[in-house]
């Protein structure tokens, strides 16, 4: 029950650390008038609810190249149509076709005994398994536990790579990248040392049944061999069974494939910059998502989001300075495509980029922008979060922008990252879990607030 | 995906803005490698989130007076027992005993077709209906239109409160208190005029079927009369059909009653002060939980959290210099008696207190701290900011400290009020969906870190 209004020292705080360097534009009364009328509007008539609950709920799973991700397509191009734009069209771009084919399995065959039912799932990319593959499992920590093992007993196994995020992160951003390298590089390190599949604990800091994909790579001049996440309490299972018997076997039967490539779409929405119409300002998600999912918080929030943005300054009669536009990017969950695409296709027509924002980090309470951009850059935005303390969303400073605006980093002032609390997020990031009734309405619209009143202060202000 | 440390960034935003006030004895270096400490334990190690299971899951709901509040009691204290604490002790303590007997039943009753049933539970201390009452509806959204109602209008009537809570308030706590005089003095106001009972809109910012419970009032000069809360969907509904058809009934049936007042216990545990054992810091959370709820978010996670709050300091080997008492309340949601007791009993024995804490807004993600103390005191307080900023929990400035430690406030520097994300907590409180599975582990063990990390540094420094 907190009635005190904390946030009005707290701004007051802001307010005095910034005094030096404030200039008249930033911070004025029309400003916070103007940002307020954003954030009533989302909080009494937010739409990207009730968009997100139809884009999980009646298309769900979106991968790219399947005909979800078409579908997809078509939804975010009505929708944004909808809203009295002064421009939506797609841009086209081939993606990458991988299906996961019938449910995977798994078993662990103890030495004496009956199998033991493990929940897995290919990680996006991989090879199938071309029918039934078993062999014993060698379960290592780190590259260089699995450089340090002879050629042996690494020969023909699954290789088992079971280090955990660390908990101890406060950015579980953080953690998912420090144990990411295992899901990306494993089945190349595996089949350089003659295993045979690799078997990769869910990048997930949630003791659950959950199996988590995620895109893997492979290397052309190494042989491509399967590769398999478990959910962490099987892997925690694994890991225990191999102690007391090390001449356990597991069997593994995938049949994902990879397809050739096909057509898809972005999908973009504009409004007209009334007075800077040549500079543009970008935001974004990503419209494709791994297919074990609906796809909530990865990205259908962002999505809608972005959406959101663009109603949000029609709706308030806030029109915006420079060019706004709402980009929903196919692939960038395995192959960044479309963000490729974009970057390309802008460059090409010499179009001036402002800056691009992107909301990739689920949907739930905003807690600032993330700015990936020159010192200057990232001091004139931060003059503004005195604006955004009223609305607990003030953290402003250096940061990641996002993987598909990332191609646009030399057209750009600015790559801005929407940036959420984080805690729950991979907790359900690439699973079957990852569905709507995880994303509440207040965050969501929040967020989608917390971003139109930065893209606000930037078609106004500029860079 | 956010791997940049933004944190640093503002950290060091955060130091210059103290610069000029800061003492050598706050932000050293040793501090935080200690608070550093204090969270990874939590992270690694943490047990408030099985605590809470055990405490949710074999007790629940535990209303003062219930058996279910006597078995919290018993293992409030076997649980202390278990972390080898300097003292673990019951305080006597008197409270009311409410029961809601059978499920309570209402329908709305056309004045054609067949009736339409409702979402609704009685209010804490409600009286029953004894048997079936049935009467007409008058929808009001404030005290002014009831108070301009002609007498035959509302005569033998019943009051409908519907005004929501207000989404466009960021603080969801503001715009509980807000909406929250339906609720208290509803059942009052509309025997003042007449009519036979109240029906209040419940107090939720979500859209849904749950009707939610919560305390309300009764004038000993005025006539009591039931009051229930309905779900907002169903107030919506019913506000719907009165506009059709203002000559419907509503159906109600309670079977409610308060019962003789019982003896139950606030429980307590301590570690003894190494330097200043007669300073005392207290920490706690409420035991007692509405019925209809497992009480997981209110307050199951504040009392599991001030627990880990003594275990964290002796797991680190983090003595505190003053005595550090967790504090089970009992009777926050109907009477505050425990609350009142313990600031009685210290008042009575002649402790010294320095500060209490309280965690009783929900265990999401944490934000910082509310502080209810003179100028100066909050000013120290805000001084230690930057040690809390590597974990986003920074936020300290002044604010309420909570309604199981208010009794104390003349006894003590400062009144502390943990603060975390509370966008979600009015969507399931005082309802049935206020359950365990609702509480993220990470987010749960943060807030018990911060609580625990600020208790050191007041235990170390003083106020």
Redesign the interface.
Known sequence: ???????L??AG?AL??TATSVSAQTGTKIDSTNIRKI??EA??RGQSYENLRQLTGTIGGRLSGSPQAEKAVQWGKVTMEKLGLDRVYLQEVMVPHWVRGPKEKAQIKPAKGKGIALNVCALGGSVGTNGKMQAGVVEVDSWQELAAMPDDKVKGKFIFYNRPMN??F?????A??DAGDQRRRGAIEAAKRGAIGALVRSLS??HDDFPHTGTMSYDEQVKKVPAAALSTNDADELSQLLKADPGLTVELEMGCQQLPEVKSYNVIGEIKGSKYPDEIISVGGHLDSWDLAQGAHDDGTGCVQSMEVLRLLKATGLRPERTVRAVLFMNEENGTRGGNKYAELAKAANEKHLAAMES??GGF?P??F?IEGSPEV?KKVQQWSPLFA???SE?I????G??DIGPLKEQVKALI?Y?C????YF?IHHTAADTFDKV????LE?GGASMAALIYLMSKYGL
């Open positions: 029950m907190h009635f005190a209004p904390r946030w020292a707290l705080l005095v650390t954030y009533d909080l009494l908990p101890t406060i950015e579980t951003g953080r998912y990248g800091l949630a990739d980090g309470t807690r600032g993330g990232v009223p609305y607990k953290e400073g250096p940061g990641h996002g993987t990252g940036e609390d984080d805690q729950r907790d509440n309405r207040r965050e929040l």
